[in-house]
């Protein structure tokens, strides 16, 4: 049985707990930043003005997810939150590479060719595995994470239920909608593997408790987004996109950080 | 199974919640959705994303017999010779009460509602 | 019961057009409310529908230019109050949607012919939702003052005679209390802030100063050849005018223009202590006619993007159009 960190002072004085931890709450904050940007890039051009509402709601509470983890990063003594969040550089940021692939071709302001059907898969793979690793959080030896992991899960029921009930709904309806949907888990399969990477610390983190083994992670994945999808989609997809945990990215990334600073970098020191 | 008319996406819902326990269920407002499930996840963020909502319902409009407008001219209205249904119309009852006995009260509203605290002593 | 029903139907039967018109003058004259399914003069019907349509679609328009700077925001704090923020104005959007769309049932239309009358022009939007953004300084003006402007056109039609849209204007003007005070802070937080940052919040001002002057419509009919004012006040949906509304925003907010420090670009702005009454230079009305017929600078970019959402995620409500849940 692993010992319980109390606080950020305490897990400080064990620098390879601190250095696995802090790669993990990386992962947490980084995926829910570009996630909830991507997911704001969407706003007013959802397929009907109540799922626009809906939708975005779930954007902000994952954007207020993003931020508690960035401050989990902050009491760790990793810089302040706003910078953590703004001011990385590509090759820092350890959010997975599927996450931030564009929402489509074109600018969110100019010609933005949106596929609700990448939104629909994307966000139903990336809710389903937030689940598992907030339920594997909530029992970690860092009680800092363990208590935020307890009260994110209980908004981020709805996402899943949200985006489970468009994937249902999407897959059992026309032939039309049934192969966009099966085009993009196809996809999926390819390039969705990162995200259930624990990345280079993967070991230390299973071995302080912090989380759990990544194949024992990645197996309750499995079993749950099987109970959504058709049984083709029974093997864990691979990495066609590279390792977002290790710090590759692609230029979508690139993309995302040049529009997310564009006010930021103005004047990083001033005020907004 | 084939697309049908997109005009029947746009389905009319009316939204009601519970904001406690203690509340009676209050109507929100109306949605368009495809479907009562869509509907139901569609509610709460469109309209209680600021208040609490304990229960949600969702009623597919086209369920509901409202009275029309005409209905309403004619079947709200109502004689004021009621008494005998509430305790408007009992109020002699007190000097009665006083002559048979000086201690004993009529049973009123007050007296009713405050034995929902039990037996004391 | 079903025989009184009938017994209704009898007494409407004697009641004549002019009769129930007395009636429905009567009742919103002793402040009741109109209901959808409540009898009401076609001129009465037909103003609610043009007013209401254009508000709702105003409101989905609106949160366009917002948008464009909510991926940009600078802070974890700013992302999540502009997120909250354009959500709203789609949210108030789906509230007069959905009273636009009750009343326009007698013609048989939905929601999908909203969305197609706005694309066509034949449904317009508030003339600010036209205008360029150039910076983060443009969102916090919009926050600030075109919600401020909307915030006093609103308010001033809380008691109208048609509840659905009373009901709806209690909700948002309740939300608008927030918009007022998120405005204020992005505003605050520039002016306060770098000579960089006071330099982008003048720029945005005096770049927002003619839409926010022609917000409130032209002061007379004579200026575009049409207005709607005398017919939203006779049925009681609007308490003032025009330009008393106009006259309502620069009481309100000119003084805190100014405890800004910023330079109001209309020199001739003055208040007449006598009258109580502000002198301001007109603005160009004939540009406003041109922008809200569609042709402001980026009305046809932000068409586009209604668009473009609209025929990209066709098959999406095409799947889920069948008669009931495929769950």
């Known amino acids: 049985m692993n010992k319980s960190m109390e606080t950020a002072e305490v897990a400080k004085q064990n620098r390879a707990y601190a250095e696995a931890l802090a790669e993990l709450l990386y992962q947490f904050a980084d995926d829910d930043f570009i996630i909830s940007f991507r997911g704001s890039e969407w706003l007013g051009l959802a397929p009907f003005i109540e799922e626009d509402v809906a939708f975005s709601s779930i954007t902000q509470n994952t954007m207020g997810h993003a931020t508690m983890f960035f401050q989990l990063l902050e009491e760790l003594g990793e810089g302040d939150a706003d910078a953590l969040a703004h001011a990385r550089k590509v090759d820092e940021r350890r959010s997975s590479v599927y996450l931030e692939k564009m929402n489509g071709d074109g600018h969110y302001i100019e010609e933005p060719d949106y596929d609700w059907a990448l939104a629909v898969v994307r966000n139903f793979l990336y809710e389903t595995m937030k689940r598992v690793k907030l339920q594997a959080a909530m029992k970690s030896t860092y009680q800092p994470l363990a208590n935020m992991a307890t009260k994110i899960i209980m908004e981020q029921t709805y996402h899943l239920a949200h985006w489970k009930l468009w994937m249902e709904q999407l897959l059992g309806a026309t032939d039309e909608a049934k192969e966009k949907l099966l085009s993009r888990l196809d996809e999926a399969w390819e390039e969705f593997g990162d995200a259930l990477s624990l990345g280079p610390k993967a070991s230390d983190i299973a071995k302080f408790g912090i989380l759990i083994e990544e194949e024992t992670f990645k197996q309750y994945w499995l079993e749950e987004v099987k109970k959504t999808l058709p049984a083709k989609y029974a093997t864990i997809p691979k990495k066609s996109l590279g390792n977002g945990r290790e710090g590759m990215h692609g230029e979508d990334l690139q993309q995302a950080i040049n529009i997310f600073t564009e006010v930021y970098q103005i004047d990083e020191q001033a005020v907004w | 199974m084939s697309g049908a008319n997109e005009k029947n996406f746009y389905k009319e819902y009316e939204v009601f919640s519970k904001k406690s326990n203690k509340l009676p269920l209050q109507h929100q407002f109306s949605l368009l959705a495809p479907n009562k499930e869509m509907a139901l996840m569609m509610a709460q963020e469109n309209f209680m994303r600021r208040e609490d909502a304990i229960d949600i319902w969702v009623v597919a409009r086209e369920d509901i017999r409202a009275l029309t407008g005409e209905e309403k001219q004619v079947l709200t209205k109502r004689l004021d010779n009621k008494d005998y249904r509430n305790t408007k119309g009992y109020g002699y009852l007190r000097k009665l009460w006083r002559e048979k006995e000086e201690k004993l009260k009529m049973l009123d509203e007050k007296e009713i509602m405050s034995w929902s605290e039990g037996r004391k002593g | ?327």
């Open chain 3, 1 to 327: 019961m079903y025989h009184y029903i009938e017994g209704a139907d009898s007494i409407q039967n004697v009641s004549t057009d002019e009769e129930k018109y007395e009636h429905f003058m009567q009742r919103i004259n002793n402040g009741e409310k109109v209901e959808a399914n409540d009898w009401m003069p076609d001129d009465y019907r037909t103003a609610l529908i043009r007013l209401i349509s254009m508000h709702g679609v105003s409101e989905i328009m609106g949160a366009l230019p917002e948008k464009e700077w909510t991926p940009k925001a600078p802070s974890l704090k700013r992302k999540l109050a502009i997120m909250a923020k354009v959500q709203d104005e789609m949210g108030h959007g789906q509230l007069l949607l959905r009273v636009a769309e009750d009343l326009q049932k007698p013609f048989g239309t939905t929601r999908k012919e909203v969305m197609e009358d706005l694309l066509t022009g034949k449904i317009k939007f508030h003339n600010v939702f036209h205008m360029k953004t150039k910076s983060w300084a443009d969102a916090a003006i919009i926050a600030w003052l075109v919600d401020g402007a909307a915030i006093i056109t609103q308010t001033n039609m809380l008691n109208a005679s048609y509840g659905p849209y009373q009901r709806a204007l209690q909700r948002i003007c309740a939300e608008e209390v927030f918009h007022a005070q998120h405005g204020e802070a992005l505003v605050m937080a520039l002016a306060n802030g770098t000579k960089k940052q006071r330099e982008m919040l003048q720029e945005a001002f005096s770049r927002w100063w003619d839409s926010l002057i022609m917000f409130f419509g032209p002061p007379s009919p004579k200026v575009t050849g049409s207005s709607r004012q005398d017919i939203m006040i006779k049925y009681k949906i609007r308490i003032n005018t025009n330009e008393e509304l106009r006259q309502a925003f620069f009481d309100k907010y000119i003084p805190r223009v100014k405890a800004l420090g910023l330079e109001i670009p209309d020199k001739t702005l003055t208040f007449n202590e006598d009258t109580k009454e502000w002198t301001y230079a007109q603005p160009n009305w004939d540009d406003f006619k041109q922008i809200i017929n569609n042709h402001g600078p980026r009305s046809k970019a932000r068409l586009r993007l209604r668009e473009i959402a609209h025929e990209n995620s066709r098959w999406v409500r095409r799947a889920l159009a069948e008669e009931e849940a495929v769950v």
